[in-house]
């Protein structure tokens, strides 16, 4: 019938291919993105010259931020493949990529409280970023 023939038309074609290419390479771009936005960003929150709500973090507490992705990415490395096996690939890159980007909106809010506060909530954001985007790979 004609309502088969037209659906299968774009499969036979392969711009279903050329469709899901896209959204792969585009989740890829976000991906990478999430993970170097604070990278970038921490030099201008916490320079107290040129910004009137500065963060009031220590050079120290500035670099286990950074590395605290790192901490996350590497714990769920292999077993973020097995989970992909058991959910599926594209649940479980969507689900990630919406906990990262959920975790990278919440990252102003908890940086202007308390140096105390914000530091080691910042650290936790930065660590399950860490753990959503290693199922990534």
């Given amino acids: 019938s004609l309502s088969t023939l037209s659906s299968m038309l774009p499969t036979v074609l392969g711009l279903r291919r050329v469709h899901v290419a896209m959204l792969v390479f585009l989740g890829l771009v976000t991906n990478y993105m999430l993970r170097v936005n604070l990278n970038l960003t921490i030099e ?47 649940r479980v890159f969507g689900y990630c990529m919406f906990v990262c980007a959920a975790m990278a909106a919440l990252t102003p809010v908890c940086s202007t409280l308390d140096p105390s506060v914000s530091f080691p909530m910042v650290y936790a954001l930065r660590v399950v970023q860490g753990l959503t985007q290693s199922v990534c790979f």
């Fill in 44 to 90: 201008y929150m916490t320079d107290e010259n040129n910004n009137d709500k500065y963060v009031k973090w220590t050079s120290n507490q500035q670099e286990d931020i950074k590395g605290a992705f790192f901490i996350g990415y590497l714990i769920l490395q292999v077993p973020g493949g097995r989970l992909a096996e058991m959910f599926g690939t594209k």
